[in-house]
């Protein structure tokens, strides 16, 4: 059985390009201040600037900041002078700040190319179902890491949200999405269903790689609930939490009170399930594809120059034949390192061949800490030698050599 569980730790940047340092956190945190519009939005930007170290998470919660404030705010930091934050802005809180589509557009401006920004909250706002925008907001967050985003009790998006959101969503790091409250009907279940599913035309990439997927209080109905869990358990096995409860507000036409209630905890128990069918495919998956990125280092990494020095002494045995297996053909080595994964699908294990078989994805070796001056590289030890014929000119004088008798 081929598991669809994303391997972000096997396709993610190579140890061998990441930063070594580790700069402190910083949080700005502004909450309920009544910060109003682009003046509001210019205290915030005064405060960041004075601030010593980048800001890595930003919190505004309960401002009327408004369209124009969060435009101004934005437009700030994608500028020069708020670079140093828009390196280090890991997250973003503008939960019930008076959001409307410009000032969404405005974020999905700062999104888009981002390789630092995380997790987005934009939850209780006035965002209305604007298809332009919405189709903006779901490739900025293709172009970029984005792992999480809120739009809970934005109730106007509706159904509309759907339709120009979701069948453009495509990214490998996009992990959690929370709906709740945004209006959704039973309309919008066959779209959810095929876009978990990977059914939709538009989605290009497979399925959705979502993880978490919260669409709480909205008016899916049970109909709509069965829908969506029928399409999770056909064609998404990487999903592994899904919470859909407080659908069932629009009654059905033709069950009793009692039977819907009934559907929704038969709909919920299927549900969980599933998620524990997920749930051991993920850990099956990761691990097995840990176990093949193991064995694969040092089977299929050869290094760039394998051509051997001809001299008078007698040749050493080569790799190949001290270990047949670097003779076989690149296939048969694939096909019986495959062997060892029989959860992973061939689009996986081909990912786990091209970085394990990729030098640059090597974790970088730090220099040995030396204190002993005759070890230090040639740069060094010129830099230290005034200071050790100093300490040894101290030395002589501290402790003068005695003199010889009948001198």
């Known amino acids: 059985m081929e598991s669809q569980a994303s391997l972000g730790a096997i396709s993610g940047p190579p140890s ?13 945190t502004r909450v309920d201040e009544g910060l109003h519009g682009t003046t509001g939005a210019q ?5 960041l600037n ?27 930091l994608c500028s020069t002078p708020g670079s140093r934050h828009r390196i280090a802005l890991s997250e973003i809180n503008l939960n019930c700040v008076d959001l409307g589509c410009k000032g969404l557009y405005a974020i999905s401006d700062y999104i888009r190319g981002n390789d630092v920004l995380r997790v987005v909250w934009l ?27 809120s739009l809970t009790g934005n109730n106007q998006l509706g159904d509309t949200f759907v339709e120009y959101f979701l069948p453009f969503l495509r990214s490998r790091y996009f992990h959690e999405l929370h709906i ?48 969506i869990v029928r399409a999770i358990e056909r064609g998404n096995w990487s ?30 128990r299927a549900l969980h399930r599933i998620m524990m069918r997920n749930s051991y495919w993920k850990r099956q ?35 190949t034949s001290l270990f047949p297996f670097y003779a076989l053909p690149n296939e048969l080595k694939l096909y019986i390192l495959g062997s060892l994964t029989p959860s992973l699908s061939s689009r996986q294990r081909m990912r786990i061949y091209n ?24 740069h060094q030890l010129e830099r230290r030698q005034p200071a050790l014929r100093g300490w040894e000119h101290r030395r002589h004088q501290q402790s003068p050599l005695p003199k010889r008798r009948g001198t």
Request: hydrophobic share 35%; charged share 20%.
């Open 43 to 47: 205290k915030i930007i005064s405060q």
């Open 180 to 227: 709740n409250t945004i209006g959704l009907t039973a309309r919008s279940a066959p779209a959810i269903g095929a876009w978990i599913s990977g059914h939709l035309q538009r989605n290009c990439d497979g399925a959705c790689h979502l993880q978490v997927f919260k669409c709480n209080g909205n008016s899916l109905g049970v109909s709509g609930v069965w829908e």
């Open 16 to 28: 061998s390009t990441r930063p070594l340092a580790f700069p402190p956190r910083s949080y700005l």
């Open 50 to 76: 004075a601030q010593r170290s980048a800001v890595t998470k930003l919190t505004l919660n309960h401002n009327p900041l408004g369209d124009d404030g969060a435009s101004h705010l934005f437009s700030y």
């Open 285 to 319: 998956t990761e691990r097995e594809a840990l176990i093949l990125l193991r064995h694969s280092r040092p089977l299929l990494m050869r290094p760039k120059s394998s051509s051997i020095i001809r001299s008078r002494s007698p040749p050493l045995r080569t790799a």
């Open 355 to 378: 970085y394990a078989s990729d030098p640059s994805t090597l974790p970088c070796l730090l220099p040995p800490l030396r204190h002993d001056p005759a070890k230090l590289p040639g």
């Open 123 to 149: 939850a209780s706002n006035t965002l209305l179902p604007d298809p332009a925008v919405l189709s903006s907001l779901a490739s900025s967050i293709n172009d970029s890491r984005l792992r999480f985003l």
């Open 239 to 268: 999903i592994t939490k899904v919470e859909v409860h407080a659908n069932q507000l629009v009654p059905s036409a033709n069950l009793a009170d009692t039977e819907t209630a009934d559907a929704m905890r038969d709909a919920e």
